[in-house]
Structures are given as structure tokens and as C-alpha cells.
């Protein structure tokens, strides 16, 4: 079977969605020629088969469904996927601060189970880690101190 641009790109996307980048870049390692790619693509928006702001949108809420993440590392997710930073902050955007919260609490709900208290004399240390943990899921230091201050 002969692999055409269009064939290989639909492949791609059978497997998983995928964004315009990710595509480009597949198919660039695939060698295809620069037309042929950039004419599969254009081919596969006007189908409506892809579309970097549903993507970005669908990713972000199937990541957040999975495990809890601020904005920051839900950002650097969608820049590693080859979505632009416009995309992104439009997506990034349909997070509310209330929800952004929410994901904070559950993220330190989570890790609190994991990792019980040994004591109460190690109160501060268990809250740096507790800050230092949230900071590296993404969430802005403003809700971490919130968090850490509740706790």
C-alpha cells in the first residue's frame, strides 16, 4: 500500500487528535515533500479534521480530567504539542480562577493523602512541600498561598 500525505495524516489523527504542528512535524519526518504537506493540511482544515483551537480546548480538559494542573503547565503541554501561544492563551482562558482553585485544592487533596503528615513539628516543612509540589503542577504562587494558608 502506497502511504499518500492524506493518508498518512488521516492515519495520525485516527490514532489520536492531533495539532496542526504535530502533523507538520510527523509527516516532515516522514519525508514528505513541503507542498504535499501544507496541501494535506489546508485540505484537512477546510474538513474540519483540524482545528488548533478545538485541540487546545479538548487536550486541556481531558488533561485536568486525568490529574489536576495549572494554567503553567497545561501551557507548556499544549507549546510541546506545536499549538501557537494565541491558541493557547485563548484556551488557557476558558479556566476560570474559581476552577483554577478547584484544581489547586484537589491537586493538594491528593497529595496529602499520599504523603500523611509524620508530625506536627514538621508543620512548616510538610507546607513548603506542599507549595513546592502545586508550584511544579502549574498552579501561580497567588492560589498556592492560598492553599498552603487554609492548610
Known amino acids: 500500500m502506497t502511504h499518500t500525505p492524506l493518508n498518512y495524516a488521516l492515519w495520525l489523527l485516527g490514532r489520536r487528535d492531533r495539532s496542526v504542528g504535530e502533523i507538520r512535524n510527523k509527516m516532515k519526518e516522514k519525508k514528505f515533500e513541503?507542498?504535499?504537506?501544507?496541501?494535506?493540511?489546508?485540505?484537512?482544515?477546510?474538513?474540519?479534521?483540524?482545528?488548533?483551537?478545538?485541540?487546545?480546548?479538548?487536550?486541556?480538559?481531558?488533561?485536568?480530567?486525568?490529574?489536576?494542573?495549572?494554567?503553567?503547565?497545561l501551557k507548556q503541554k499544549l507549546k510541546r504539542k506545536f499549538v501557537s501561544d494565541e491558541i493557547i492563551d485563548n484556551a488557557i482562558k476558558e479556566i476560570s480562577p474559581d476552577r483554577e482553585l478547584e484544581l489547586a485544592k484537589e491537586a493538594s487533596l491528593k497529595y496529602q493523602k499520599s504523603h500523611p503528615a509524620v508530625n506536627d513539628t514538621n508543620a512548616e516543612k510538610n507546607r513548603q512541600k506542599l507549595a513546592r509540589h502545586l508550584i511544579s503542577r502549574g498552579f501561580d504562587w497567588e492560589i498556592v498561598k492560598d492553599i498552603i494558608d487554609e492548610s
Open 34 to 73: 513541503e507542498e504535499e504537506i501544507e496541501q494535506t493540511i489546508k485540505h484537512l482544515k477546510k474538513l474540519n479534521f483540524l482545528d488548533d483551537g478545538k485541540f487546545a480546548t479538548h487536550y486541556i480538559s481531558n488533561q485536568i480530567s486525568i490529574k489536576p494542573l495549572g494554567k503553567y503547565q
